[in-house]
């Protein structure tokens, strides 16, 4: 949990906190350690404006910490009045911000610190703040979406799961509820009427997908509404006569997001699409799909097709085509055009190459479930277009699901650019500025941290190959494990944490395994990772969001140390998991293990490149110093592709909604596919 739970203190008495204003030249005292000992440096940083507006918010909070419990809510709806009157929410701040800080200190032991403070100043003002992992981002939260709820007009709290939606509800909703607002949370499995009471609330937790299909849901009733002949007043009674056929939204007013570069980049490239009711050709889709993952093995690279591993695209050679003329087909297939046969077997083969079950997909109770890469997380409801997630479900033998057109769609982009505030927060932005800058008209703000931070970076270790590296990753979890200290090994797929636990099984090293197969048993898992002596395998379901406390005595010993087995696509993924450890103040070390057959490496520096590197390391067990850079390198190539198809991506949606306004369209429901 990121909810950085302290430690009730009594405040430092000022002199001057009762008069109207400070007396002159009295020196500024913070509670928190950063700002008293750091503050030119929190001057230069361009935090000065926020900092100056703390002794409002420390008056403001001596004044009212001795209310009653009820006259504390009747002050809050005093504040909400005043919103809905008009009155400008920045000059409510200083109030509302203790209000929230008395509220979360009655209510859960945990006073908001002065960073804190900072940090929801920061998102208020329509930015990203970025903190340091540990340094309560959930806590932060509270405070510009208490604010930005005054108006009655709802706020969304975007994050990048159900999990931690209701997660983070649950937990701060004693702060809220002793302020009189109400709290909602939207999950996948919802009715619409349980999703229009959680909308209704003050303030409702979701994800961007949820959120995203929702608003899409809508737009498809108000337009069938319209179709109907019934118009704005008959899709009110509608509403009223058919239970669940009324838009379950309000509007677009504030949204903070948090993981902000998740939410905001990483799932930016795959746009929210609900599919249209099937035609009559579902049997013969259904028959090419699998036909296609049959006969995908008969072609050879080079020679019946061509693999272009920027753009991972599949293309058929003068051979392949005429071997898809030549093989044996069922009869259903007699009316199915070449060509498209043609994309049948591309797509049969780009699946088989690179669509992998355990780091792509599970199967689970015969279906086809995506696992997201950057959380390692189920991502429950979504499939891939195109075609691609029955080419799976095909070539892994389940029911293949009927390939449907679009009935609406919309980009993670464009949802969010619909909001009139926007604002988040993130312990990894720093290397995204530029395009929170570009496509969000987001800047990004360093908070400073509470405690200065403990961490120890370790040198990283470079391997020829992924045996010695495994064989490596074992020895030092040995070692680390025998000092008493816990341990957290992240794994960049489900097969690759399976494969190192058989491996510490074979070593005689008790652990567990945190992957997309044990969501249930997450939190226990997650609750004894800090403990002397535990040593925890996960995917990256362990990188955000989670709190990892340490036990009794782990402080003395070094605290947590984590183990990163293999780069990510992008070193922000990296960096949310070195980010369990050190955290508040709290000692940590961490160190990454690298390897030459490494996908990092293949992906960033291509296959040629790639092969003479395996070649190089395929006998070498010892180290190599000085190859970290290559794969650093590799890294940023990465991810400046991944940036290039997010630009196009845009680009293409801006025309695409362009083009459907010039012919009287809806950009959201008129596919042009």
């Known amino acids: 949990m990121d909810t950085n739970q302290q430690t009730l203190e009594a405040p430092q008495a000022e002199e001057s906190k009762k008069s109207e204003a400070p007396q002159r030249g009295a020196p500024r005292k913070f509670r928190a350690n950063p700002l008293g000992s750091a503050f030119s440096q929190v001057t230069r940083s361009g935090l000065a404006r926020f900092v100056a507006k703390l002794p409002l918010i420390d008056r403001f909070e001596e004044q009212l910490k001795d209310l009653s419990e009820r006259d504390l809510r009747k002050h809050s709806l005093g504040l909400r009045h005043r919103a809905k009157s008009g009155e400008a929410l920045h000059k409510l701040l200083p109030e509302a911000f203790a209000l929230v800080r008395i509220a979360g200190a009655r209510t859960m032991g945990m006073r908001h610190y002065e960073v804190q403070l900072i940090g929801g100043m920061i998102m208020f003002n329509g930015a990203i703040a970025e903190m340091e992992t540990g340094e309560g981002k959930t806590l932060t939260a509270t405070l510009p979406t208490y604010l930005y709820a005054l108006p009655g007009k709802g706020v969304h709290v975007a994050t990048v799961n159900d999990y931690l939606a209701a997660r983070d509800a649950e937990l701060m909703m004693p702060i809220y509820k002793m302020l009189g607002m109400s709290v909602g949370v939207i999950e996948s499995q919802m009715s619409s009427p349980e999703r229009r009471k959680a909308y209704s609330c003050d303030i409702t937790y979701g994800t961007s997908k949820e959120f995203g299909f929702d608003f899409l849901r809508d737009r498809l ?34 949204s903070l997001v948090d993981e902000a570069d998740s939410v905001l980049i990483d799932d930016a490239r795959t746009p929210l699409v609900i599919s249209a009711i099937p035609g009559e050709a579902e049997k013969v889709a259904v028959a090419c799909h699998r036909w296609a993952a049959k006969s995908e093995e008969e072609f050879e690279e080079d020679h019946h097709f061509e693999y272009d591993h920027d753009k991972k695209s599949v293309e058929l050679s003068v051979s392949g085509r005429l071997l898809v003329r030549q093989i044996p087909k069922p009869k ?26 355990g780091q792509h997909y599970v199967i689970r109770e015969g279906e086809v479930v995506i696992v997201d890469e950057s959380t390692g997380r189920i991502a429950e409801g979504r499939k891939w277009s195109n075609g691609i997630h029955q080419a799976i479900e095909a070539k892994e033998g389940v029911e293949v699901t009927v390939a449907t057109g679009q009935a ?29 800058k570009k496509i969000y008209k987001l800047n990004v703000i360093k908070c400073p941290t509470n405690r200065i931070p403990q961490r120890k970076l370790w040198p990283d270790r470079v391997f020829g190959n992924g045996e010695a590296k495994w064989t490596a990753i074992v020895d030092e979890i040995r070692e680390i494990h025998s000092q008493g200290r816990p341990i957290l090994v992240g794994t960049r797929t489900i097969e690759k944490s399976e494969h190192l636990s058989g491996l510490l099984e074979q070593a005689g090293i008790e652990h567990e395994v945190l992957n997309a197969h044990q969501v249930a048993a997450e939190a226990d898992i997650v609750s004894r990772a800090g403990h002397p002596g535990k040593v925890t395998v996960a995917t990256n379901m362990a990188g955000r969001g989670t709190d990892i406390k340490l036990g009794e005595g782990v402080h003395a010993l070094g605290g947590l140390h984590v183990i990163c087995t293999e780069m990510h696509d992008s070193a922000r993924i990296d960096r949310q998991l070195v980010g369990r450890c050190g955290r508040q103040g709290d000692p940590g070390s961490t160190r990454q293990f690298m390897a030459l057959d490494d996908d990092c490496l293949l992906v960033g520096l291509g296959p040629t490149r790639y092969k003479k590197l395996i070649a190089y390391g395929e006998n070498r067990l010892a180290e190599l110093p000085g190859y970290s850079k290559l794969f650093r390198k590799s890294q940023r190539k990465i991810e400046k592709k991944h940036f290039s198809d997010r630009k196009v991506l845009l680009y293409h949606e801006k025309q695409r909604k362009k083009m459907h306004r010039e012919m009287g369209q809806d950009p959201y429901l008129d596919s042009p596919d």
């Open 221 to 254: 009733l108000i337009r069938q509404t319209r179709e109907q002949g019934l118009g704005v007043l008959g899709a009110m009674l509608a509403g009223k006569s058919e239970k669940g056929e009324e838009p379950v939204q309000r509007e677009h007013y504030f």
């Open 332 to 357: 259903l297939l007699d009316a199915v055009g070449l060509v498209d046969l043609y994309d049948y077997i591309e797509r049969a083969i780009k699946v088989k190459r690179d669509f992998h079950s």
């Open 408 to 436: 609406a769609r919309i980009t993670v982009q464009d949802l969010f650019l619909r909001y009139r505030h926007l604002g988040g927060m993130t312990g990894t932005a720093s290397s995204s500025k530029g395009e929170f």
